[in-house]
């Protein structure tokens, strides 16, 4: 298995950003993926879910801002975050659980106010 996140960044506070990740060696399509995030000093949190079928759980302090998606032809989610605040400055990193609990390596997002 494997999880490669992309996507992360600088950007201004009110700005924009999408996060990517491609994922491989598991049955994509039919398994949930997340966001999760790990601010400086905080422990790792859940930002958003999607399940395969595209059922999705957003954490309370990203809902209206955050919009979690899948594309299973190309084995891909994402996740675009808009209205940035400072404080959804973090390593944002992509999961999935097959077996065992598999994380992408983490891209860095910073919000600049």
């Known amino acids: 298995v494997q999880l490669q996140a992309s996507g992360g960044g600088l950007v201004q506070a009110g700005g924009s950003l999408r996060l990517s990740c491609a994922a491989s060696?598991?049955?994509?399509?039919?398994?949930?993926m997340g966001w999760y995030r790990q601010a400086s000093g905080k422990q790792r949190e859940v930002v958003a879910t999607?399940?395969?079928?595209?059922?999705?759980y957003y954490e309370e302090f990203v809902k209206g801002r955050f919009t979690i998606s899948r594309d299973n032809a190309k084995n891909t989610v994402y996740l675009q975050m808009n209205s940035l605040k400072s404080e959804d400055t973090a390593v944002y990193y992509c999961?999935?659980?097959?077996?065992?609990?598999?994380w992408g390596k983490g891209t860095q997002v910073t919000v600049s106010s």
């Open positions: 999961h999935t659980l097959y077996g065992l609990d598999y």
């Open positions: 060696g598991f049955m994509f399509g039919t398994n949930e």
């Open positions: 999607i399940t395969g079928d595209g059922d999705t």
